[in-house]
């Protein structure tokens, strides 16, 4: 254990990440990754085995591979997985399937989350100053202007302060750390009991994820890796949870729905569950964030849920790296809530709509939807929106750690940044990612930015640890390719930088953050005022020593 314990027993650490789910395991990973000495808890002993997250996008596998995990935990994954839309007699009305990879990964993949959270634990075994202690439960929290004192009890019920400058609360739902900070979930539980059970060795013959809007008995069906398969059914009011949850109800219920060949295996999971539109009116409270569950539960129609909690994840620790390992303004914390909470809500009102379109509340109604979805692959722009997601919500962040021009309506800002594939000085091809490293990147699109920052703005980046990076058009001359000292050269090997470019001389240099949105954009000759203006947003103190 690595943490420092010191001579009045006080166990002293920069980040307590509180529960170590999969939001709070990823914060955990990257801290590592930034050097920020972190102690994970959870009160558990092992990973939740209840049947949960099925359903990954590409956001979250780009910030797994921030973390130096997202190859690993990709393999196990059914990768760019199709969802049909069928009618309640298992008739098939429509499909979503998007086949670009803007972000570098597939958009749609399977999962098993026992064994995601599991390759996520390991992950933390490459880091010396993180330690994950469980069967460790927290009790209070104090906070005063120099950090928290927080009690936990460990597996032998003996119970020890931990003292840290900062502290999230990625502890679930029923988050301790929401309940002790006094942030309110504001929102709705519906009515509705959901059955969820995962078999082993389904015989189904179905490789996609089916939904199958019903007025009566909604349900889905949800191929998963290794023989897996996911059931969930709406249940009436009559039908109680002890029923249902038989081996044989299950049964009764799967095959009157599915052609179903041969024996059914047994249930390897099985609960049922309520749904919850909510979000926490404060994502941060002093020195105390809220991420993942902890700050928004939402329904699982639209497979959400585990994703938003990455992408608070990715937001949060950068900013905690940033100020403490670059003593960046502790304000820039109020930036978390104010990039993530408006977005985590637009997730949680999606799902809770498309909730409301998979479970129509009369016959007429399931027919009218049928209709509907019919009809709409029929128009090439309707069916568009449908077949590429295009109503998925992305994150854009108007207010935070960005810099908006405002003359520039279809700035590019404040989204994620693409991730072309690029290639190194030396032959490697890489997703850009992998090659800038896990920090801040500059990157001229055909410039090397050093050629252009006056000596102050260069000490500024420099301070921040940023890269600077030149991406030249692919296969250019010797010419062409020339960069400073400490410049990273990169070929756009598929010329993905040139498709988002457009020649847009507003957009010859970018700034990328860790979490990899883009925080400005500029032509060569603004590029110092821009450095200004952001030194303004992320002042920094002193000389990156960590990452
Ligand atoms: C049926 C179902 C299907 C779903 N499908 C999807 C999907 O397809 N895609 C998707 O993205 N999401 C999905 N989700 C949601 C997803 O499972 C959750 O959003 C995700 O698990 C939340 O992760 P978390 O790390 O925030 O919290 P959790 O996974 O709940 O982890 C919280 C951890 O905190 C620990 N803890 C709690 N209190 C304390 C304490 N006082 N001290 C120490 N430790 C504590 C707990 O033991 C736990 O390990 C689904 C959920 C359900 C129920």
Partial sequence: MNQREEKDDIVRTQVLVVGAGPCGTTIANLLGVYGIETLLVDKAPEVVDFPRGVGVDDESLRVFQSAGLGEKVHADMIQNQLLRYFDSSGRYLVEIAPSAQP??????????QPMLEKKLRAGLDRFDHVGLRVSHELLTLEQDDEGVTARLRDARGGEFTVRADYVVGADGGRSTVRKLVGATLEGATHGARWLVVDLKDSALHAPYAGNYISSTRPHVSIDLPFGYRRFEFRLAEHETDEEMLKPEAVERLIRRHFDWEGPMPGLERS??????SRVADRFRTGRVFLAGDAAHLQPPWFGQGMNSGIRDAANIAWKLAAVLAHGADDRILDTYHTERHGHAKAMVDLATTLGKIYSPKTKLGEHVRSLLLRASVRVPSARDYILQMKFKPMPFYKQGVVIHRQEDKNS????????????????????LDDAVGPWFAVIGVNIDPAEHLDEEAAAYWRSLGARLVRVNRSRAGRHLRSASDGTLLLDDAEGGLRDWHKGDRGREIVVVRPDRYLAAACGRDELNDLTRRFRHILPVREPASRT
């Avoid at 972000?103 to 098993?112: A, V």
């Avoid at 609960?271 to 919850?276: A, D, G, K, M, S």
């Fill in 103 to 112: 972000f570098g990964w597939p958009r749609r993949n399977s999962f098993l």
């Fill in 271 to 276: 609960r049922i569950y309520l749904h919850h």
């Fill in 412 to 431: 590019p800002v404040g989204k994620m940044f693409i991730q072309p594939m690029v290639e190194t000085e030396d032959g490697r091809r890489l997703r």
